[in-house]
Nanobody, 124 residues
Framework: QVQLVESGGGLVQAGGSLRLSCAAS????????MGWFRQAPGKEREFVAA????????YYADSVKGRFTISRDNAKNTVYLQMNSLKPEDTAIYYC?????????????????WGQGTQVTVSS
């Protein structure tokens, strides 16, 4: 079993950047497909980005493609989400998630392990 802890959230102006980190413990993160999801008030949790075990393949929601980059450092047991050109509509709690079974990269229901989330607020 793996434990996930997110960090790096905060308040930023529109057009700014943040880098979120997801530190894993308990098991090596290389065993898992990793994803980032977000949830805004009153909305369902939605897919943001995912990365396969090797890091060679990445997947993005259309709303963040070209602005966000997911990466992983298996040696540091950490996954990152670099967020550039942030918009007010990116405001949400961002969650890191992991799964060690096959399935849909985009559905939160396919992920077994979750962090507690980190708040990202983008002001206009």
């Amino acid at each position: 079993q793996v434990q996930l802890v997110e960090s790096g959230g905060g308040l930023v102006q529109a057009g700014g950047s943040l880098r979120l980190s997801c530190a894993a413990s308990g098991r090596t993160v290389s065993s898992y497909v990793m994803g980032w999801f977000r949830q805004a008030p009153g909305k369902e949790r939605e897919f943001v980005a995912a990365i396969n075990r090797s890091g060679r393949n990445t997947y993005y929601a259309d709303s963040v493609k070209g602005r966000f980059t997911i990466s992983r450092d298996n040696a540091k047991n950490t996954v990152y989400l670099q967020m550039n050109s942030l918009k007010p509509e990116d405001t949400a709690i961002y969650y890191c998630a992991a799964r060690d079974r096959g399935g849909n990269y985009y559905s939160p229901h396919e992920y077994e392990y979750w962090g507690q989330g980190t708040q990202v607020t983008v002001s206009s």
